[in-house]
């Protein structure tokens, strides 16, 4: 009978959990309630808080809206938003994740300061959370995603370097190695790590869960950065890794003389998903899943 485990620590973190169950508290009550933006990167899970009565609009609708009820999810939101609410009356229900939240703190504190420095963003431009990062200094951060942009920065200026919380630790690593390196006297360069570690953490995590297993499924939204980044990982160790969006994108080959089969995935992958792509599994490869 073919093994099939699915990783105990995939699936959603903390702050995803956290928005999510403040959606399903406000669905029971009333039934409806608007999300600003997509409340997790992954369709299938969207897709079932619809069917509750999550409405998810963007933000050229949130302008529109008066006197209603809204969820800011855990990525963050620009003190634009907020400032919009307030005049269109918008009851705000804030999911904004704490490590999130703390991030945009530390960044106002520093674009106050009397004497500001360039303030760098490691991350990707157009994120959810990018977005809120940079509104935090009225548009003026620096957004850069590899070593090869922070090569072009100013370092006669200060630098006061930052990261998106779900971006890689070697990559940070990198970019503050190379930034200490370059900076040029009197100017001054400083880092915050920012980068939450129940994510980091998960990235040796699905390394050693992917090589234990004959063929990996890694189960992601296609539009989360993490779960590329993850799946990426799997690849890495594992040549059989498949990356899957739902039960329907599976493939009776993929299985073909494989012992084990190890379900893994995002922190925006719902665990529910997993397990349903492993009964899938076994559906196949023609397995009983009761037995």
């Not at 008066?66 to 907020?82: I, M, Q």
Request: aromatic letters at 6%; a negative charge; charged letters at 25%.
């Amino acid at each position: 009978m073919l093994d099939i485990e699915i990783d105990a620590q995939s699936g959603f973190c903390f702050g995803v959990t956290t928005a999510i169950g403040k959606a399903e508290e406000e669905l029971a009550k009333s039934g409806s309630l608007y999300c600003l933006g997509d409340i997790v990167h992954n369709g299938s899970e969207c897709e079932r808080l619809r069917g509750m009565g999550l409405i998810t609009i963007d933000h050229d609708a949130f302008r529109s809206l008066s006197d209603a009820k809204v969820l800011l999810r855990a990525h963050g939101e620009p003190p634009a938003t907020y400032a919009m609410a307030r005049e269109r009356r918008i009851d705000i229900i804030d999911a904004t994740c704490p490590v999130v939240l703390h991030l945009q703190q530390r960044i106002k504190r520093v674009y106050c300061e009397s004497h500001r420095p360039q303030i760098v963003i490691y991350g990707k431009r157009g994120h959810a959370e990018v977005l809120g990062l940079v509104g935090q200094t009225e548009g003026n951060a620096i957004v850069i995603e590899c070593l090869d942009e922070a090569r072009a920065l100013d370092y006669s200026r200060s630098i006061c370097l930052f990261s998106q919380t779900t971006k890689s630790l070697g990559g940070f690593r990198e970019i503050v190695d190379y930034m200490t390196a370059h900076i040029q006297s009197p100017a001054t360069f400083r880092y915050f790590d920012t980068i939450c570690r129940q994510v980091a953490n998960r990235l040796p995590n699905i390394e050693a869960f992917a090589s234990r297993h004959d063929v990996v499924l890694f189960v992601s939204g296609l539009k989360s950065s993490n779960g590329r980044v993850l799946y990426e990982a799997c690849r890495r160790v594992n040549p059989r890794s498949h990356l899957v969006d739902t039960p329907a994108a599976l493939k009776r080959e993929w299985f073909d003389g494989a012992q084990s089969v190890g379900v893994c995935g995002a922190t925006s992958t719902p665990k529910w998903l997993m397990e349903d792509c492993s009964h899938a599994v076994r559906r196949l490869v023609g397995e009983d899943d009761n037995t």
